[in-house]
């Protein structure tokens, strides 16, 4: 009787190289040798000699995928068929990060993330933030929006975000922004006390070294 387990029987692999853990009894004569191929009718796969453990490499492609073995005693019996199964996942998640709806300005630090994962084969499970992409916030679960704190200081300002699928795999994604708190500075030229008639000319003159400047609005008091 025999058992093979993969990789400790985890649900998914990210890579093709794994572990088999490989276990066999003979209370007649011993396990002698053993037969492990990737598809049950062990088609060209030669009888080797018995041990617990071994390198495996799987068939390539993302999916579900079966290791077998069956073991042999030195009376050559040989055993029923085991096998053991795990999910194949290389590919990280795809995905996007927007910041406030894809505007090109902010002008506060408090911004409302839009977040988008998809993962065919093993699902998406957590996400993670930074301000840097190296100083990371704590896993969390995924979802579809997140309100985010940018770092201070106007200027450009970029927001990572680090999805992650269940087996493993991750995948960076960014989106950036100007951040613009300072207001606009602006001037209008001196009035004289009087005018004898209704109509003047009146000049002002403005700038704004973060955003530049978008309008302008004008408003008379009567003052009589």
């Known amino acids: 009787t025999g058992s093979v387990v993969i990789d400790g029987d985890v649900t998914y692999a990210t890579t093709v190289n794994v572990s088999l853990g490989l276990q066999a009894m003979?209370?007649?004569?011993?396990?002698?040798?053993?037969?492990?191929?990737?598809?049950?009718?062990?088609?060209?796969?030669?009888?080797?000699?018995?041990?617990?453990?071994?390198a495996w490499v799987l068939t390539s492609g993302d999916g579900a995928k079966t290791v077998y073995a069956k073991f042999r005693d030195r009376a050559a019996n040989i055993s029923l068929v085991y096998s053991d199964d795990i999910i194949l996942d290389t590919i990280p998640p795809q995905g996007s990060i927007i910041i406030n709806g894809g505007a090109i300005y902010a002008d506060s630090?408090?911004?409302t993330l839009t977040l988008a994962a998809n993962d065919t084969t093993s699902g998406v499970s957590q996400m993670q933030f930074s301000s840097d992409g190296q100083t990371w916030s704590s896993a969390e679960p995924f979802t579809t929006s997140k309100t985010w704190t940018l770092t201070t200081g106007d200027g450009i300002r970029t927001v990572y975000v680090r999805y992650r699928d269940n087996a493993g795999n991750v995948a960076v994604y960014n989106d950036t922004i100007t951040l613009d708190?300072?207001?606009?500075?602006?001037?209008i030229s001196t009035l004289p006390s009087y005018y004898n008639a209704i109509t003047f000319t009146v000049s002002w003159a403005g700038s704004d070294v973060g955003s530049g400047l978008a309008n302008y609005d004008i408003q008379f008091k009567d003052n009589s």
């Open 109 to 111: 630090t408090i911004v």
């Open 181 to 187: 708190t300072t207001p606009p500075s602006s001037a």
């Open 26 to 54: 003979d209370t007649g004569t011993g396990v002698d040798t053993m037969m492990v191929a990737n598809t049950n009718d062990f088609d060209g796969v030669d009888w080797v000699t018995y041990t617990t453990g071994m």
